[in-house]
T-cell receptor, first 114, second 114 residues
Framework: NAGVTQTPKFQVLKTGQSMTLQCAQDMNHNSMYWYRQDPGMGLRLIYYSASEGTTDKGEVPNGYNVSRLNKREFSLRLESAAPSQTSVYFC?????????????FGPGTRLTVT | AQSVTQPDIHITVSEGASLELRCNYSYGATPYLFWYVQSPGQGLQLLLKYFSGDTLVQGIKGFEAEFKRSQSSFNLRKPSVHWSDAAEYFC????????????FGTGTRLQVFP
């Protein structure tokens, strides 16, 4: 099992450009999450999806959109990138089914917006 | 508001010394509690978790954590630190059934000197 995979690993964008971060998991998990990690801030939840076809906002959703394409894949889109979106982005998944769970994390995407 | 606090931003220990990383939470009820470790350039890996029952929890890599309800704490400990333990450590909490969201502390960076 590959676990949680993310592409790309690194990306540099100019202000105003758009891009999509891809995430896939092969653990048959129901829930998937997108976080951003900034120095001194820990991880903050951007969006999450409790099941295929549903998405909900997290703590910092502004400037982002998500798509739960199927049970395996959950993408994060930046429509018009801003320097404030320079960060490391992590995707995670969990088997949450009404019981306590743990989240499994991907290796991250380091995004720089100039 | 729900929150997780890690009061130590950076800790330095000598190899072979004992370690304690502090974590305090603020929730309406006892949350589910987690410790994750992040090695440089990597994603997060779960060290241990507490849901209920025995308040001393054993995890991977020789780590343990103790839940203290009276102090709203979930401190991580290791009796003898190895150089490979140098990493960033995150405490996280989840508020219970169907909340679907982890709240992370800001992390503690551990440096180990030979």
């Amino acid at each position: 099992n590959a676990g949680v995979t993310q592409t790309p690993k690194f990306q540099v964008l100019k202000t105003g450009q758009s891009m999509t971060l891809q995430c896939a998991q092969d653990m048959n998990h129901n829930s998937m999450y997108w976080y951003r990690q900034d120095p001194g801030m820990g991880l903050r939840l951007i969006y999450y999806s409790a099941s295929e076809g549903t998405t909900d906002k997290g703590e910092v959703p502004n400037g982002y959109n998500v798509s739960r394409l199927n049970k395996r894949e959950f993408s994060l889109r930046l429509e018009s990138a801003a320097p404030s979106q320079t960060s490391v982005y992590f995707c995670a998944s969990s088997a949450r089914q009404g019981i306590p769970y743990e989240q499994y994390f991907g290796p991250g995407t380091r995004l720089t917006v100039t | 508001a729900q929150s997780v606090t890690q009061p130590d931003i950076h800790i330095t220990v000598s190899e072979g010394a004992s370690l304690e990383l502090r974590c305090n939470y603020s929730y309406g009820a006892t949350p589910y509690l987690f410790w994750y470790v992040q090695s440089p350039g990597q994603g997060l890996q779960l060290l241990l978790k507490y849901f209920s029952g025995d308040t001393l929890v054993q995890g991977i890599k020789g780590f343990e954590a103790e839940f203290k309800r009276s102090q709203s704490s979930f401190n991580l400990r290791k009796p003898s630190v190895h150089w490979s333990d140098a990493a960033e450590y995150f405490c996280a909490a989840e508020g219970g059934y169907n909340t679907d969201k982890l709240i992370f502390g800001t992390g503690t960076r551990l440096q180990v000197f030979p």
